[in-house]
């Protein structure tokens, strides 16, 4: 049996569901099985996140063009108040995810609920919001992170949106930043708890067809073929995420062995 994924979305349009399922089977489903769940479906448990977690080894949160944490909407906006109630229905499994340091890959949206989580404020920021390929820079050694192995030290990635964090929040480390413009491109939190405010598992067609079908987020008269560069070593970081949750799992499951070899030995003394 292959590890699993639990990736969580929040979305509300079907086309954007269904094409942001395609991207991360794609770039993800190389080691890992995905489990798709909707963030409104209240039949899930999420009182519940050892019960949710049973049989997964890892969670990807995905982005979202429905909802804001700010937007530059009014403060009583419907996607406002949708957004902190989303945080608060995730806050006992994100407490159980830090807890025990579950494989997590937040995206865009997954980033800042994760870093709300963790104390930093989510807001519009006119100078950081951008649609378009940017450049983001490496803080940390390819060689101590997983992630980024096989990855430049600076590398562009497919952005789309609104909000940004106000700080790395604490505990955190900042992994990439992509100049004044992204400040908080990436954080890792834990040992193996990772987000990024851009989206790692588009490629150049996926984001030109996902801008296309996102009303409000280009100005009009722009070409979505020209803000986009067609550069594959953002996916990596997807790629390398699912093998990497597929290593834990098995790192985990050689431990389990062992440990149920050691008990036999010790019944037997």
Not at 48 to 72: Q, T, W
Not at 130 to 151: I, P, W, Y
């Amino acid at each position: 049996m292959r590890p699993k994924i639990l990736a969580i979305q929040f979305r509300i349009n079907k086309l954007m569901i269904a094409t942001e399922r395609a991207s991360i089977e794609r770039e993800a489903g190389v080691y890992t099985d995905i489990t798709f769940i909707d963030v409104l479906d209240d039949g899930n448990d999420w009182g519940n996140p050892e019960k949710m977690m049973l049989g997964y080894d890892g969670v990807i949160l995905g982005g979202s063009g429905d909802f804001d944490f700010d937007g530059n909407r009014p403060a009583d906006d419907e996607s406002r108040i949708m957004t902190y109630s989303i945080l608060n229905k995730l806050r006992l499994l994100f407490q159980y995810i830090f807890d025990n340091d579950i494989p997590t890959l937040g995206i865009c949206y997954g980033h800042q609920l994760l870093g709300a989580f963790a104390g930093a404020q989510v807001r519009y920021d006119a100078t950081q919001r951008k649609t378009c390929s940017h450049m983001v820079k490496l803080m940390v050694s390819q060689n101590d992170h997983f992630l980024f192995s096989d990855l430049p030290d600076s590398f562009p990635a497919h952005y789309a949106h609104k909000d940004t964090l106000d700080r790395v929040p604490e505990g955190a480390v900042l992994v990439l930043e992509g100049g004044d413009r992204c400040k908080v491109a990436a954080l890792q939190y834990r040992n193996n708890i990772y987000s990024t405010q851009f989206h790692p598992e588009l490629n150049y067609k996926d984001a030109v067809e996902r801008m296309k079908n996102s009303p409000g987020y280009l100005p009009e008269g722009i070409i979505t073929e020209e803000i986009f560069l067609d550069n594959p070593d953002s996916n990596k970081i997807m790629q390398n995420f699912s093998k990497f949750v597929a290593q834990q799992a098995e790192f985990k499951k050689e431990q389990s062995v062992v440990s149920e070899v050691v008990a036999e030995m010790a019944e037997g003394v």
